[in-house]
């Protein structure tokens, strides 16, 4: 079962869900879905279901195991995912197998873009410019970064970006901790 609780707070993060938002959907307290987000209490099937609910996921979700393994990715693999209503374009370039704890992301930002609502999570980001430039705000500080710049902060902290220029859009190398997507 550790992989059907690991997997439901990969999804709750990706979602960009807090326990408590959880809680609110789902009618179960914080205290227990923090529990089982840690392994330390039992899930009923009807519990998960109601959390698959939530989720948006079938249950049956929980219960894939990944067995598409690659470490190489060539660029006509690559995946391009957007989260619904950002326009940020995020290009998967890293391997894909179980376990694995880095989430390597090319991510293009558009002109003009704004600036987002700031989140935190568990884990560590780290983003290198590529092209153009973007804002980076980490606990209400903004670092201005161009080409060539690199930032790395514990994602615990308040953050969120933007692309301040009208014209350019932004790419950006980022290799995140917890891993937010899956194939």
């Known amino acids: 079962m550790e992989h059907v609780y690991k997997k439901i707070r990969e999804l709750r993060i990706q979602q960009e869900l807090t326990l408590k938002d959880l809680s609110e959907k789902s009618g179960f307290s914080v205290s227990f879905l923090s529990q089982v987000e840690r392994g330390n209490s039992s899930l009923a099937i009807t519990s998960l279901q109601k959390i698959a609910e939530c989720l948006g996921v079938p249950i049956t979700y929980f219960f894939e195991v990944e067995k598409d393994v690659t470490y190489h990715t060539p660029i006509a693999k690559r995946q391009t995912l957007q989260i619904e209503g950002s326009p940020v374009k995020y290009v998967r ?81 980022s290799v995140l901790t917890p891993v937010i997507f899956r194939t």
Do not use: M
């Open 93 to 173: 370039i890293g391997g894909n197998f179980p376990d694995r704890a880095l989430e390597p992301l090319l991510n293009v930002l558009p002109p003009g873009q704004t600036k987002h609502v700031a989140f935190q999570h568990p884990g560590e980001e780290f983003y290198y410019v590529v092209k153009g430039c973007v804002t980076i705000v980490v606990d209400e500080t903004e670092y201005c970064l161009e080409q060539g710049d690199t930032i790395h902060f514990p994602s615990s902290l308040l953050h969120t970006w933007y692309n301040p220029s009208t014209v350019e859009e932004a790419e950006i190398l």
